[in-house]
């Protein structure tokens, strides 16, 4: 008996740790963070059920060929003046890389030179000009590091420590898109969109030339802009108005791939302001670059466009500076954002929205929790009527796999879907059949002659593989839902999956523990099966 004892007790400690978790998920997270004996974790309610966007996402893969093509003309470039061959023109046009031979002698050696790199092949050429296209294995791996890059970028935007939007999901869908799903009203669609598909390109150039107008500019090069410059505009925030334009190298003198943190805040001069730190590398560069530079402006860009071009001063040790740009704390806060998580390889195209409202979530929650009730009286109004006590038994063990199933999830941070919770209707009809299986064969060995304890004892170990080999199969079956699905069927394969375990330990375990209690050990003659 004093085993039976600490099997009692080892049951009820883990109904009351799991329930803990039950009830903390019915609580508000933010009245879980505030109590002292509320656990912070619960269980996350899916898009579908609380509301907010769902966001397909696909990298825009033509420009993505186009930036591997344009690294490959520079490398090309190189290797050709190695070998004394200056092509007349190499240029990456229409997802090609086309080159002019000067001379026809050259054709052969720009030919042999880019097919040495095993990632170029020849498009039909057109007489002097060569024209070379990637390879399909290179394509495919251009493909796949876009939206590797991609995938971390936007998941860091989303889930930034400091103005991240909790919640949410960011996963792969499929081979080249990304899925995003932010519940709740937490960001407004259109803040989400320009946080998610601004490229975040920072980019430092000296300023060559300034005017108030790219007219002005233009005008004092007639006979046409300096080689391997350009014209970038500062404008009005929201507005196509232009408060400057500036003459600036094409390659940037420096970029933001050397930051390490981007911080938004205040400046009595200029408001709101996102303050950046470089590495020791960037430090070095953005030092020297500021002191080579005393009296000049410094045009900081983001994805093109001037945010401020300050004037040079001093030269700027230790790796800090700040851009200002008539921000508030909203675009500011967005832009440090957008700089600590990094810049896309590429721009982002959304290729499915929906947008989920609460009152539709409400209504989903309130259908389900409705379904599930029914679902459970009707299952437990069946093993009770059929199965007289043994069926409160199984009873007890239903509510008890419910309990554990809610409070694993809650542990874990899981998310409940809509289809999770019909996951969570299916496991409790699943659960009862284990029962049945259980006492039919009680039956069978009463019927045979034997005394209640001694059928108890047969009947849960020769059902004990059958129900075994039920649920393992299903199992594996979630299994595979989970690592292939995604949204919705993956919300479905959690609930199945955590419910199959405890459903097998709530059948086997939880019923036979209360035979053992009643009738035990007691003679009597007849079982309420």
């Not at 430090?283 to 410094?298: H, Q, S, V, Y």
Request: glycine share 10%.
């Amino acid at each position: 008996m004093s085993g039976s004892r600490w099997r009692v007790a080892g049951v009820v400690a883990s109904l009351l740790l799991f329930g803990w978790y039950t009830l903390a998920s019915f609580v508000p997270a933010a009245v879980r963070k505030e109590s002292p004996w509320l656990p912070d974790s619960g269980i996350r309610l899916g898009l579908d059920l609380q509301g907010g966007i769902h966001w397909v996402l696909g990298p825009d893969l033509a420009v993505a060929i186009e930036h591997e093509l344009d690294v490959l003309r520079a490398s090309l470039q190189e290797s050709l003046a190695e070998k004394q061959v200056t092509p007349t023109r190499i240029a990456v046009e229409d997802g090609q890389l086309r080159i002019e031979a000067a001379r026809p002698e050259d054709t052969a050696t720009i030919r042999e030179v880019v097919l040495e790199s095993k990632v170029l092949e020849p498009v039909t050429p057109d007489g002097g000009q060569l024209a070379f296209k990637l390879t399909n294995e290179w394509e495919r791996e251009v493909r796949h590091r876009s939206i590797e890059q991609m995938l971390e970028v936007v998941r860091r935007r989303v889930d930034d420590p400091i103005q991240g939007i909790p919640e949410s999901v960011v996963t792969r869908q499929g081979d080249d898109r990304v899925l995003v799903q932010i519940p709740g009203g937490q960001l407004d669609r259109e803040q989400a969109r320009n946080l998610l598909q601004k490229t975040g390109f920072l980019e430092f150039k000296i300023v060559l030339e300034e005017a108030p107008t790219e007219e002005v500019l233009r005008k004092r090069h007639e006979a046409g802009l300096p080689p391997e410059t350009e014209i970038v505009f500062e404008k009005e925030k929201g507005s196509d108005r232009v408060l400057g334009a500036y003459l600036v190298p094409k390659s940037p003198n420096l970029t933001g791939e050397s930051l390490t943190d981007a911080r938004s805040g205040m400046d009595p001069r200029y408001g709101w302001i996102v303050n950046f730190t470089f590495n020791s590398e960037g430090a070095t560069k953005f030092g020297k670059l500021t002191g080579d530079n005393i009296g000049k402006r410094l045009a900081i860009l983001l994805d093109g466009q001037v945010y401020s071009a300050p004037a040079l001063q001093t030269r700027i040790g230790g790796g800090r500076g700040f851009i200002h740009g008539r921000f508030d704390a909203e675009t500011a806060g967005d832009l440090a954002v957008i700089l600590r998580a990094g810049s896309l390889p590429v721009p982002m195209k959304i290729e499915e929205e929906r947008t989920i409202g609460p009152a539709l979530g409400a209504d989903s929650i309130r259908s389900g929790l409705w379904a599930s009730l029914l679902g459970f009286g009707l299952v437990a109004a069946f093993a009770m009527i059929y199965y007289r006590l043994a069926g409160v038994y199984a009873t007890t063990g239903l509510l008890a796999n419910v309990v554990l199933l809610l409070g694993v999830m809650g542990m874990a941070g899981a998310t409940l879907t809509m289809p999770g919770i019909a996951g969570l209707v299916l496991t409790v009809g699943m659960a009862i059949d284990a029962n049945v299986i259980i006492y039919e064969r009680i039956r069978d060995e009463l019927r045979a002659g034997k005394l209640p304890r001694g059928a108890i004892r047969t009947g849960f170990n020769k059902a004990f593989w059958t129900v075994m080999d039920a649920n393992i199969t299903t199992l594996l079956a979630g299994l595979v839902l989970f690592q292939y699905g995604t949204g919705p069927i993956k919300g479905f394969a959690v609930t199945l999956c955590i419910g199959i375990i405890t459903s097998v330990y709530s059948s086997l375990v939880i019923p036979r523990l209360l035979f053992e209690l009643y009738p035990g050990n007691r003679p009597v003659q007849t079982l309420s099966i």
